[in-house]
């Protein structure tokens, strides 16, 4: 047989292999250029960026959990100057896709982003984060609401020529509402989840483990309800749907797959093996030699729920 296909079209963008790194995982890549070859991963996506820099929300702000972590970041980052000054230019020597994930508290803050990121020519896409749980404005207040959902993406789709995912929240009561919403208003992908909203507390001191008081969960914890989200959303919107939650290696990737994902995201799995992500994209080649299945493709949404 000869070596199975394992390019992807994330809509009208083609992905050498459906494995992607999570936003606010891998840094601004560089950081993991010593323990992955980037080359080989299907996308970069980068640390969430909005128009100002940010620090973030204080510490504590990551507490680990049975299977996972609740983090509450807060979108810290460099801001759209300095990431274009001091990250594009490594970036810029890659060989695969780089998307930049943005972030705003104003639906007109998305937009300038996008606008600026247009113009950046190292960036393929930007992949639009309505899904934060950890801030107090914007974020998932965008992504719980089918009307706002809309209107953010319709606003960066008027003011963004290149790839545009759309991030959505799995702490909403109807996940499919929001995925159509998005692909109505113009969004060539959706991308799901992000964390789910939970708490931790310290029973000594009473106290809630992270400073924000809550944060949000990831890792193997959130596998199963991601799984069930891609599907019920594969089936609902034409856009292709990249899979993410509690993916650590690639039977995880596979499942996904198989449950509808066109291609997936890596996030804390990157914590606990930086080198997930390329074991990831051998062991989904293997398994395809091995079903002698011809292509990633011909596997995409074929869970037997008949
Ligand atoms: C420490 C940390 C930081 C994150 N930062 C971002 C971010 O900046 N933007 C974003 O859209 N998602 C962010 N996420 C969410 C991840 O990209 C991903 O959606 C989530 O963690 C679920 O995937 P996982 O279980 O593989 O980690 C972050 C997650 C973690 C754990």
Redesign the pocket.
């Known amino acids: 047989m000869n070596q199975p296909d394992l390019s992807v079209d994330i809509g009208g963008l083609k992905l050498q292999n459906p494995v992607m790194t ?4 891998f840094g601004y890549a560089m950081e993991f250029k010593s323990l992955v070859d980037l080359n080989q991963l299907g996308g970069v996506i980068v ?2 960026l909005s128009l100002a820099p940010s620090k973030g929300n204080p510490p504590p702000r ?1 507490a680990e959990t049975a299977c ?2 609740l ?1 509450a ?1 807060g ?1 810290e ?1 460099v801001g759209l100057d300095l990431f274009i000054e001091k990250k594009v230019p490594f970036l810029s020597k890659l060989k695969v896709p780089v998307f930049a ?1 943005i ?1 705003g508290t104003r639906v007109e803050a998305y937009a300038q982003l996008a606008e600026r990121l247009n113009d950046v020519d190292t960036i393929a896409g930007v ?1 639009v ?1 309505i ?2 749980p950890n801030v107090k404005e914007g974020g998932v207040a965008f992504g719980s609401d089918p009307l706002m959902a809309h209107e953010v993406t319709r606003v960066v789709r008027s003011r963004y020529t290149k790839h545009l995912t759309v ?1 959505l929240s799995p702490n909403v009561t109807d996940i499919v509402q929001i995925a159509k919403s998005a692909e109505d208003a113009g969004a060539d992908a959706v991308s799901l ?3 789910i909203t939970g708490m931790a507390i310290d029973i000594h001191t009473r106290k809630p483990k992270i400073a924000n008081i809550t944060g ?1 969960l ?2 193997p914890a ?1 596998k199963p309800v991601a799984v069930r989200m891609v599907w019920q959303v594969a089936q609902a919107v034409k856009v292709p749907v990249i899979g ?4 650590m290696n690639a039977d995880d990737a596979l499942e996904f797959i198989i449950a509808g994902a066109t291609a997936v ?5 990157n914590f606990v093996n930086p080198g997930a992500t390329m074991e990831i994209v051998q062991g989904i080649r293997r398994f395809l030699e091995e079903k002698r299945v011809a292509s990633v493709q011909a596997l995409m949404g074929t869970v037997r729920t008949g």
């Open positions: 999570a936003s606010g995982t640390k969430g990551i996972g972590m983090n970041i979108l980052n994930n972030y992949e984060n899904s934060c991030k989840i992000n964390t949000g990831s890792g959130i993410i939650g509690g993916i995201q890596v996030g804390t799995a």
